[in-house]
């Protein structure tokens, strides 16, 4: 994955409350589980029992793509504002050096690709955070993984979860997989802003529930975002991003293999594949959407919920 430069490059989607604190507490909403790790509530604390916490935000977030950054670098108590991003990733082509302005110019892509393409789409931030965040959709750590929560429309992501995609995963990771993982992220924006979510039942599992149809969807949508990534212009007039080579697309679905309910079921759980208790879909459906999404560019071929063949 490779970016243009000579943009100027906006930070201002990014939204840094790392070493802020943010005790736990009450929250109203369901946050949307990204990245193939569940929900904000007893799913998180089962997940975090079966990834071991994590690493407890002691990661590079460097996401093994050999970028230097500071997203991920702060230690625990440190506070940190927006201000060195900014001063670091002020022009479209540090992010081919530097894994900050690499996320920054992804959520900058993303967000472009639906604004164009989504009629009264509304931007939104991305908060980087560190151990533990309070939400409007309650309290959430590390070992929740990436999420979304539609009751403050945010993102969330300890960025040292890029780390555990490779290290506890083994997916083969890079800058196009973080990109990915993002994307899927919007996509429940997406979800939230034309109201699909409302369409599932809160608790609701099992291989073709409204649960796994909502993450295959958010995969599909990702997929879209992809296949336009290199064509979207941002308010320059060109496009963030330069080049998605096919390489970038077989890591994105080795990660997307590596994230579905029954790999992580059988290899990071109890060894045991319970198609009842799925709320992402399986190995092979999460690669069947992005796939759908990535060649065909069309969001309108992403409708999960039309369809009884999710793979």
Request: charged residues 20%.
């Amino acid at each position: 994955m490779r970016y243009n430069e000579g943009i100027d490059l906006d930070t201002s989607d990014v939204q840094d409350r790392r070493g802020g604190g943010g005790g736990f507490g009450g929250g109203r909403g369901v946050a949307v589980g990204g990245g193939g790790l569940g929900l904000v509530g007893l799913v998180v604390v089962v997940l975090i029992q079966v990834l071991g916490g994590g690493d407890g935000g002691t990661g590079t977030g460097t996401g093994g793509n050999g970028l230097s950054g500071t997203l991920g670098g702060l230690s625990q108590g440190q506070t940190a504002d927006n201000t060195q991003l900014e001063q670091q990733c002020q022009d479209s082509g540090d992010a081919n050096t530097s894994l900050d302005c690499a996320i920054a110019a992804d959520i900058d892509s993303i967000q472009d690709y639906w604004e164009q393409t989504l009629q009264g789409y509304q931007r939104t931030e991305t908060v980087f955070f560190s151990d533990q965040v309070q939400t409007s959709c309650g309290g959430a750590t590390s070992g929740s993984g990436p999420f979304y929560c539609p009751a403050d429309q945010l993102v969330y992501i300890d960025l040292t979860f890029f780390d555990t995609l490779r290290t506890d995963f083994g997916a083969e990771g890079g800058l196009f997989v973080d990109a990915y993982v993002l994307a899927h992220e919007y996509g429940h924006h997406v979800q939230n802003l034309m109201g699909t979510n409302q369409q599932v039942q809160q608790g609701e599992t099992g291989p073709t529930s409204g649960t796994v149809r909502l993450e295959l969807q958010a995969d599909c949508y990702a997929g879209t975002w992809a296949n336009h990534a290199e064509t979207v212009p941002d308010e320059s007039g060109r496009p963030l991003i330069a080049e998605i080579t096919d390489d970038d697309i077989a890591r994105a679905l080795d990660a997307a293999g590596r994230i579905g309910d029954d790999f992580i079921q059988e290899n990071l759980g109890g060894g045991t594949v319970d198609q009842d208790s799925f709320t992402h879909g399986s190995s092979e459906q999460r690669q069947k959407w992005f796939t759908t999404g990535y060649q065909t560019g069309d969001p309108a071929r992403c409708d999960t919920f039309a369809t009884d063949d999710l793979g």
